[in-house]
């Protein structure tokens, strides 16, 4: 047989766990910032002889944002992710309303 693996013995237990994607930050009320954890949406099985118990894992740590006008300050670039122009990039405006951002995009036809 030509197959490489590891020989894990008999399996009698799977574990099923959902990984671990990466963090969102969420924009709540009166433009306030949270993080939130992203899961995969489909558990994976594991054998449970596979799975290393309390692990310390590496977790680089995120910038903290207070409010949305940390994120995205005037005269910076960011990208529409909206209808109806998704992926336009636009320049951040002063901001005259505190739950608003404005973005000065140019859009060529």
């Known amino acids: 047989m030509?197959?490489?693996?590891?020989?894990?013995?008999?399996?009698?237990?799977?574990?099923?766990?959902r990984a671990f994607l990466g963090n969102k930050y969420v924009f709540g009320v009166q433009g306030k910032v949270t993080v939130e954890k992203q899961w995969n949406d489909y558990a994976a099985a594991y054998a449970c002889q596979t799975v290393v118990k309390d692990i310390s894992v590496?977790?680089?740590?995120?910038?903290i944002y207070e409010t949305m006008h940390d994120i995205f300050i005037p005269g910076t670039f960011c990208f529409m992710l909206g209808h109806p122009y998704?992926?336009?990039?636009?320049?951040?405006?002063?901001?005259?309303?505190?739950?608003?951002?404005?973005?000065?995009?140019?859009?060529?036809d």
Do not use: C, F
């Not at 894990?8 to 099923?16: A, H, K, P, Q």
């Not at 590496?58 to 910038?63: D, E, I, Q």
């Not at 998704?86 to 060529?108: F, K, P």
């Open 86 to 108: 998704y992926g336009a990039m636009g320049e951040v405006q002063l901001h005259w309303i505190s739950s608003y951002i404005t973005l000065d995009t140019r859009i060529n």
């Open 58 to 63: 590496y977790s680089k740590k995120l910038p």
């Open 2 to 17: 030509s197959r490489l693996g590891i020989d894990i013995g008999d399996t009698n237990v799977l574990l099923y766990a």
